[in-house]
Structure formats: C-alpha cells, structure tokens
C-alpha cells in the first residue's frame, strides 16, 4: 500500500430502531411536562390573582354575607334539594317525549312521499314555528291557556288543568322542535349508498331505515342531542312559572324570606351538578369523531 491511498471507511452500525422509538417517546414525555407544568403555572397565576382582586375588594364582605352566606345555605339546602327532585322528574319525562316526538318529526321532515306531503308540511310549520318560539312564552302559553280551553261546558274539559304537566309540555313543544332538526342532520348526513347497499341486500325501505340507516344517523349526533338535553335540564326551571314549587321556586321563597341570595346560589350548585356529568359525556362523544382534535379526555 502507498502512503497516498486512502483509508476504507469503518462502516457504522445502524440504530436499532426500538432506541429510537425509546428517544422520541422520552422527547415526548418531557414535553408532555413541560408543557403540563407551564398550564399549571399559568393556571396558579391567572385564577389566583383574580382570586385575591375579589378576596382584597371593598365589597368582598357585603357579597359573601349576601350570597355565600353558610347559615343561610344549610337552613335552606334540605327544602332545595326536595324541590329539586321535581326538576329531575320533569326534565326525565320530557326527555323520553322529546325524543319521540322529535325523531317522529325528522322521519317525516325527510320523507319524500307524495301521500306522506301533508304530514311534511306540517312538520316543517311544526317545526319553524315551535323552534322561532321562546320557550318561556311557550310555557305561559300552555300552563294558562290550556286550562282556559278546559273550562267546564266548552267541550275540552278533558284537557289535563296539572300545572306541571302542562308546564312540561310546554318544554316538549320547544325542544322537540330542536331535536327534530337534529335528527334531521343525522339522517342527512348518512350517504345514498348506504340506503341502495341495504335495498339490493333485500331489505324494504323501513327495514334500511331502521337498521341501516338510523343507527349510523343516532351515534352521529349524540354531542348535539347531549347538548340540547343539557339545556332542558337547565329550563326544566321555567315550571315555576306555572305555580308548581321546584327549585328555583323555592329559593326564591327562602330568599324573600331571609332577603338573602345565597338559596338561589343553591339552587344554581344543585343544577351544574347535574350538568356537569353531561357536559363531559359530550366532550367524551366529541373527542371520538374522527377528525376532532379538542376536548377534555
């Protein structure tokens, strides 16, 4: 060999692949950390200074003695909690026939039957009018107008006069309305392929209605079915409009009582935690339709 020849290279071993797979799993870790340790930081600084502005704040004392006052909050709780349990049953029962009712409209609102166009038309009436309603003028509606059509010697006296019952049918009125239209979307959304795959397979059209179509339409929108039924659990409060004594109702009547806040703040407490467990069921369903990229997991 010359002295001017070149040296062969020593080749290299390759990286075995689980050492990489091990390095990107511990970048990622620390980043996961870090960025975990920067939103808690974030999170002491911000939510503990707007804490201290409202603790240092010259009115901080008139507020908790007004709205958070302890005393008032556990002399009241037992009959809040009580009444509470009608909003549960009402919210409940309405669920069941808004679920009926608004699936029963969206099957007519998408159908295309020239004998089924009368019922068409009035569920698209049904459904921009209730849907354009408030839902509290709803109520006013059916708790006091019912009972007028019901008087003794008009023909209607079979019309139930239960303030609660009319009160919730108020709500159903309204929120089927919404749920119709949301049903409506689910059944849109599902492809014409899938109604011709289920016919050549030999199923009739209510059978690739029922079994092909609808159940793929139903896991479609339960976020947005979750959601308006998170709202009824909140409205089922406007029962008290009618008379019946629920929550709201009843804090109402402590406070009036004590000319203290904090029952409805009890009130409010006894509602989000109903809510709350909906709320996150919603971002549950959320986070597992494909191409979301948020929510709580």
């Known amino acids: 060999m010359t002295s001017g020849s070149a040296t062969p290279p020593v080749p290299r071993p390759s990286p075995d692949p689980s050492d990489r797979r091990a390095v990107r799993e511990a970048a990622r870790r620390r980043k996961g950390r870090r960025g975990a340790g920067i939103s ?8 503990g200074g707007l804490t201290a502005l409202v603790l240092t704040s010259a009115g901080w004392p008139t507020f908790r ?11 009241s709780f037992v009959d809040i909690l009580k009444a509470f349990w009608l909003d549960v049953k009402i919210f409940m029962v309405v669920e069941v026939a808004v679920l009926v009712v608004g699936l029963g409209l969206a099957l007519l609102r998408t159908t295309w039957s020239p004998a089924l166009t009368p019922l068409r038309l009035i569920a698209v ?7 354009g309603m408030p839902t509290v003028m709803l109520v006013y509606l059916t708790a006091f107008g019912i009972p007028a059509l019901a008087a003794p010697g008009g023909g209607l006296e079979w019309l139930p006069t239960n303030p609660v019952i009319l009160a919730g049918f108020g709500l159903m ?14 059944i849109q959304s599902i492809h014409p392929s899938q109604r011709a795959a289920a016919l050549s397979l030999g199923l009739t059209e209510t059978q ?20 308006d039924f998170v709202a009824l659990q909140k409205d089922a409060a406007l029962v008290s409009i009618a008379g019946p004594i629920e929550a709201f109702r009843q804090a109402q009547i402590v406070q009036g009582e004590t000319f203290n806040y904090t029952p409805l703040i009890v009130a409010g407490v006894l509602f989000v935690l109903v809510t709350i467990p909906l709320a996150r069921v919603v971002d549950r369903l959320q986070a597992r339709q494909p191409g979301f990229a948020g929510g709580v997991r």
């Open 65 to 75: 003695d007004t709205f958070l006052s302890w005393d008032v909050a556990t002399d």
């Open 208 to 227: 690739a209605l029922r079994r092909v179509i609808l159940p793929q339409a139903v896991r479609r929108v339960m976020p947005p079915l979750l959601n």
């Open 173 to 186: 009125l309204s929120y089927s309305a919404y749920v119709a239209e949301v049903f409506r979307a689910g």
């Open 40 to 47: 808690a930081g974030a999170s002491i600084v911000l939510f």
């Open 125 to 131: 009436g049904y459904i921009d009018f209730f849907r």
